[in-house]
């Protein structure tokens, strides 16, 4: 699905946003990332958290996913919200 979504964008407006998530964690996966998808609510302001070693340390990096139609906008509000997130768990990264 990964590969048709990057051959024809436009597919995305047929997938629902948890089944992004969960394809976006299998991506993360085949770049070598642990990943953990959380739930569909109440996440704690994350959608999927990578984990990875490089150099004997280890790297959280938290990804939100927005899947708005693309008549919409995300405003500056999740954003922010979101680096709050990352700023509170102390986390190494963050993808939005």
Known sequence: MALQIATDPSILNQVE??????IMAEVFEALGFRTTPTRGAKDGGKDIILESRHDGSRRM??????????????????LREFSEVIMRDQVSGLLF
């Open 17 to 22: 946003w948890r089944d992004l998530e969960r």
């Open 61 to 78: 990096i938290y990804v939100e996913i927005k899947h708005w139609c693309s008549t919409k906008k995300v405003g500056c509000r999740p």
